[in-house]
């Protein structure tokens, strides 16, 4: 009998824990069934709100299930022969659901929040399973196939009319056709027999996206349709036919996409076979799965871990002044723990950090900032640590790091994609790719602009270089809404020896930015400087800072595109959704 008390409150709590998931997943789906109305209506602002929205549900949901798990189970909601229990009961739940994998990541969530976990407890959470490398075929329901009967442009029209709007198209016909032309400048078309798209479409920002395949007698193209809807009626903007360009659009620098389908496997192992490069754990959180994203990133550094020597190093480049950076050389992720103490002339609060860690985690990061995973109580045998780097962290980083036997445990830190720090880059680089770089890099201060964000420190070592040669920033200390900035001009003085003060002899207020003093910050030279200044000689000045902040006075929100320019199929088109007195539509560069 005492026994059957005990399976009677592990299935009470299993109930609970099951109701909050599904919680979640009802909360989540609603948020992004709107993705499709707010696209229709043109309504920017509203899916904006819901970008961030929908980012709080998850901690919502496990926070009301910890809270009527305790009120239903009293003591016994901490005790660990019971959610040993419920995890079985748990697990017979979610076997028959498309979205198991996300269920165990909800369920070890509530079990960490009730024990603190420092590690893994293979008593009360699901374990990792063994990633398969397998690139699967589409799984039944998630596609649909358009025959090539004849014209290119028929097919297209066919699968372009499949994807129905509320709204209008512009110009179906037209936007079949140069769709055609442009698989005509870069296939065999001789070769291609079907298009592919899934049925699912992609919602982000001011776009929607349909993603699939041309099917052809060799091997299959990655085939992306960028849809924009400029005033009132759907048109198609771009078309992207490689791996590289699709794999930019899901950058792990951009927000999170919209995306409604049942089982989220089946449309990540899908996205796996256009973009086999990319990691499992960034197709999840790209389809706005972020906490199994980091599930499946933390199982895929214990697998590094388990199959190699490797061991965690001080990443290269300069030493930050507000993080401890190290690296696993195999593995393309940095972690970043914060200093117990900043050195001068930092006076940023460790509060004030992790605020913009959550700013950036919320905010639209239009391709340039780069997303950061945040983990808590996390632990690594000692002797996978180089020595100097394990010095350095119980130096400066104790308070966050410490040993415990043959383990170091960490209470906090960020991971990050690892990029080539730009003053690095631009040591090594050719020439042209080099002024490739410089030109970018004034493009992620406009990019950044454009979404109401200033990044404060705008030294070299701050930007990266990703592997398409994408510009992206990652220090946020001193990172701010560029609207709650104060662009200056440097006052001028009658007195000589003012210009020969050690200080300022001017008043600076905390938010007073003077941007004729970002030629010196930059520390370019050269041919460098006058690349820069062809392309972005406006930055160093208040004029541009005043337009961009005046854009977002009003409320506009901008385009930024995830492709080249080239890749538009109406360049040159007037754009209703930028006044005549705005700044220019920003334009995304890529490789």
Not at 68 to 94: I, V
Request: charged share 30%; proline share 5%.
């Amino acid at each position: 009998m005492p026994g059957d008390r005990a399976g009677s409150w592990a299935e009470q709590g299993a109930v609970v824990l099951w109701g909050a998931f599904q919680s979640y997943r009802s909360r989540f789906a609603g948020i992004t069934a709107r993705a499709r109305r707010h696209f229709e209506r043109r309504d920017w602002s509203a899916a904006q709100r819901d970008s961030a929205r929908r980012l709080d549900v998850y901690g919502e949901c496990v926070a009301e299930g910890m809270n009527l798990l305790h009120a239903r189970l009293g003591a016994l909601a901490l005790d660990r022969s019971t959610w040993h229990d419920m995890r079985e009961r748990f697990r017979l739940a979610a076997s028959d659901r498309g979205d198991l994998e996300l269920a165990e990541t909800f369920f070890n969530s509530c079990a960490r929040r009730a024990f603190h976990t420092i590690g893994v407890d293979p008593d009360v959470e699901f374990l990792a399973v063994t990633e398969s490398d397998a690139m699967e075929p589409a799984p039944a329901g998630l596609t649909h196939e358009f025959p090539r009967e004849d014209r290119l442009d028929g097919m297209v029209r066919h699968g372009l009319e499949h994807h129905a709007f509320g709204v209008a198209w512009d110009d179906l016909e037209g936007d079949a056709r140069r769709v055609a032309a442009s698989i005509v400048a870069e296939a065999d078309v001789r070769r291609i027999r079907a298009l592919e798209l899934a049925r699912p479409v992609f919602y982000r920002g001011k776009a929607a996206y349909l993603v699939g395949r041309l099917l052809t007698d060799g091997a299959a193209m990655p085939f992306l349709l960028a849809l924009r809807n400029p005033a009132g009626k759907i048109v198609v903007d771009a078309v992207l036919m490689s791996e590289n360009e699709v794999s930019i659009v899901f950058s792990f620098a951009r927000s999170y996409f919209f995306v409604g389908h049942d089982r989220p496997r089946d449309v990540v192992d899908y996205l796996r076979v256009l973009m086999p490069r990319k990691p499992l754990s960034e197709l999840y959180t790209a389809i706005g799965f972020h906490r199994h994203g980091k599930t499946e990133l933390f199982r895929s550094i214990l697998r590094h871990l388990a199959t190699t020597d490797d061991r965690f190093e001080i990443a290269p480049g300069q030493r930050g002044m507000v993080m401890c950076v190290f690296t696993l050389p195999g593995f393309d992720v940095v972690f970043k723990v914060i200093r117990d103490r900043f050195d001068p002339p930092k006076t940023v609060t460790h509060a004030e950090v992790r605020d913009k860690y959550r700013l950036v985690f919320r905010h639209d990061r239009a391709g340039r900032l780069v997303d950061a995973q945040q983990f808590e109580h996390l632990e690594f045998e000692r002797k996978r640590f180089a020595p100097e780097l394990l010095q350095e962290l119980l130096t400066l980083a104790g308070e966050t790091v410490r040993v415990e036997g043959d383990r170091v445990v960490f209470r906090h830190l960020y991971t990050e994609r690892r990029l080539r720090p730009l003053d690095l880059y631009l040591r090594e680089a050719d020439p042209a790719s080099a002024r490739d770089a410089v030109t970018d890099y004034g493009q992620v201060l406009r990019d950044l602009a454009a979404t109401n964000i200033f990044p404060g420190d705008m030294l070299l070592k701050n930007f990266g270089v990703s592997r398409h040669g994408r510009l992206i920033f990652y220090d946020y200390d001193e990172l701010a809404p560029l609207s709650e900035c104060r662009f200056r001009e440097l006052p001028q003085s009658s007195d000589d020896d003012d210009g020969l003060a050690g200080e300022p002899w001017y008043y600076v207020g905390e938010r007073d930015i003077f941007p004729e003093e970002f030629r010196t910050f930059l520390g370019l030279k050269g041919d460098l400087l006058q690349t820069f200044l062809a392309h972005h000689e406006e930055l160093l000045g208040v004029a541009f800072w005043h337009r961009m902040q005046e854009v977002h006075r009003r409320g506009e929100v901008l385009d930024i595109y995830p492709y080249r320019s080239s890749r538009r199929l109406r360049r040159g088109a007037s754009d209703p959704d930028v006044a005549s007195e705005s700044p220019p539509r920003i334009q995304e560069s890529a490789p």
